[in-house]
């Protein structure tokens, strides 16, 4: 299958969302290059707009892990990415400072009510961003809910966080970052993240092992691309309409580059430009070869009851 035809049956778009928004995010209003390219005189000019049904549409809140170590040695010297000292780099504290001030943004803009799934690479730095951020408060000794960390999992010197009214957790191995060669994208074995992170549902992950990460070959861009696309795909066929991800730069800036061809460049770019540490981005994803199976609910069929309805401009 080609790179191109992987990415025909999804489309993005850029939402807007607000602290007063509805439930459903507002397409943003057309440039003015958009604008300017339908004259008002020109009826059977193409629209620039999307038109799609809602029930193949889900808002997906993209999200880049906070600082990490790895990210304040690269920065340093690139050489650094190639140390074992960085294996499974978790946060630094000013990583857990943008953390907590995403959280808060969260909870202020009513995301974090409106999410119904959370799906996370399984790196230390992206499963503390994502509990951070989406999970609970700190825990208190009564609650009957499990831990989504532990008390100072991952050298995070972090109070332990609590699954109380969270959605669910999912780690997923195919939103990871770049495989290979690098020991900062190497994850540790399932069984200590359970360790870790108790309330986080790791079984679709097959092997306790990280089996995917190879010493010698690095991940190329295009293949992270496909694999970004086939996630995207699989995102299309959950039945959750609202989700977060939470992942890393690599893995967003080449799938995402994936998508937008159709668009305007300005908006092409608001969808795929590189993600800044623990940014959130939100977009609308529309599957358009029907992957997804689910009913319009609310939709209504009308002629209840039946009677006559030919319409006006019916020609014989």
């Known amino acids: 299958m080609s790179h191109q035809s992987m990415t025909s ?11 007063l928004s509805s439930p459903l995010p507002s397409i943003r209003r057309l440039s003015l290059r958009c604008r300017s390219s339908l004259p008002s005189h020109d009826m059977e000019a193409k629209p620039s707009q999307g038109l799609y049904p809602l029930h193949r549409c889900k808002t997906i809140h993209l ?63 992206t499963l503390q961003t994502a509990v951070g951020t989406f999970g609970g408060e700190g825990y208190k000794d009564g609650l009957n809910a499990p831990l989504l960390m532990t008390a100072g999992a991952g050298n995070s010197e972090r109070p332990a966080i609590s699954s109380l009214s969270c959605p669910p957790f999912i780690a997923v191995e195919s939103c990871r ?18 360790e870790f992170f108790p309330a986080i549902d790791f079984s679709l992950i097959e092997t306790d092992e990280d089996v995917l990460w190879k010493p010698k070959v690095r991940e190329e861009d295009q293949d992270i691309a496909a694999r970004g696309v086939k996630f995207f795909n699989w995102l299309s066929t959950r039945k959750e309409k609202e989700i977060a991800v939470v992942t890393h730069s690599g893995f967003l800036y080449h799938t995402l580059n994936s998508f937008g061809n ?25 599957d358009k070869c029907m992957n997804s199976s689910d009913p319009p609910v609310i939709n209504y069929p009308g002629k209840i009851p039946a009677g006559e309805d030919l319409p006006s401009d019916n020609q014989k």
Request: proline share 4%; glycine share 4%.
């Open 63 to 125: 999200v880049r892990h906070a600082q990490g170590f790895h990210n304040v040695e690269g920065e340093k010297n690139n050489e650094a990415y190639l140390s074992e000292d960085l294996f499974d780099a978790h946060l630094t504290p000013l990583g857990w400072q943008q953390v907590d001030n995403l959280h808060k943004h969260v909870k202020a803009s009513g995301i974090s009510n409106r999410i119904e799934l959370v799906v996370v690479s399984p790196l230390l730095r």
């Open 262 to 286: 159709d668009c305007d460049p300005s908006v092409k770019n608001e969808i795929s430009s590189k993600f800044a540490n623990c940014e959130l981005r939100s977009v609308i994803l529309v």
């Open 9 to 19: 049956n999804l489309s993005f778009y850029i939402s807007s969302v607000s602290p």
């Open 177 to 194: 970052e770049h495989l290979g060669v690098h020991p900062c994208d190497r994850r540790r074995n399932i069984t200590k993240y359970r």
